[in-house]
């Protein structure tokens, strides 16, 4: 689930919330370049919209400290993945 720009919940049926359109819509309206953001899976949830987002030329802070993977290992990975592409 993710959250449009007045709290209201977005519901989106993919784990992915950059391939979500209402989601990536309520991000652009912001207009704002810079993203926090926080999931439930390393590996997945936190992972796939860093990268995604980051390509598309935004400036992406997960937040670490919020999120598991689904094994150490996992975890470890997608972070140092989403390092090596330039997350903060």
Known sequence: MSVGLEG???DRATVNAW?????RAA???TGRRKLV???????VCLCFPTLDALR???EVYPIIDAVEGTSSEAHDLATRRM?????R
């Open 56 to 58: 598309d030329g935004y």
């Open 37 to 43: 953001i926080a999931a439930l899976w390393t590996e």
């Open 19 to 23: 391939e979500d359109n209402d989601s």
């Open 27 to 29: 991000v652009e309206q």
């Open 8 to 10: 209201e919940p977005i």
């Open 83 to 87: 390092a090596q592409v330039g997350a």
